[in-house]
């Protein structure tokens, strides 16, 4: 399968990381904060945000973590399903295809460790690009190479 470029998204409803990888380089990455207090405002906000930056750029396929729903309330984690549903959904739409990684896999895949912190996937993204970037950009960054990584290996 030719690859044109890879995004990676860590989802959440204050804050979604995004990075998109096209030959093994960041071409873009970033945080989408949206405002809105109600959560399917939230939901409508990040997904529209994630298309208008991806319209230009020719996306074969968006991986997204799975969360790791020990410290949420069932509250919590119902609203992260639906904005992962939502994603899930706006990307088929559009034809790209939808990979979804464990924390572990994306962490082992990243460090060679997959109970790494996530100061070490911060750090080994950086190590790698040489460029700063926040935790959440860093998780969908991991996301986008564990994908990648993947699909080579398939």
Known sequence: MPLNCIIGIDPGLHKTGYGI?????????GEIEPEAIDFKERIVY?????LEITKEMNISVAGIETQFYLHFTR????????????LIYAFYAKGIKVIELTPREIKKAI???????KAQVQYMIYQIFKKKV????????????????????V
């Open 134 to 153: 926040n935790e959440d950009e860093a998780d969908a960054i991991a996301v986008a190479i564990s994908v990648m990584h993947r699909i080579k290996n």
């Open 75 to 86: 509250r919590s984690i119902m609203r992260l399903l639906q904005l992962k549903g939502a």
């Open 21 to 29: 990888i096209k030959d093994g380089d960041i071409i873009a990455s």
């Open 111 to 117: 460090t060679g460790n997959g109970n790494a912190s």
């Open 46 to 50: 990040v997904v529209n945000e994630l």
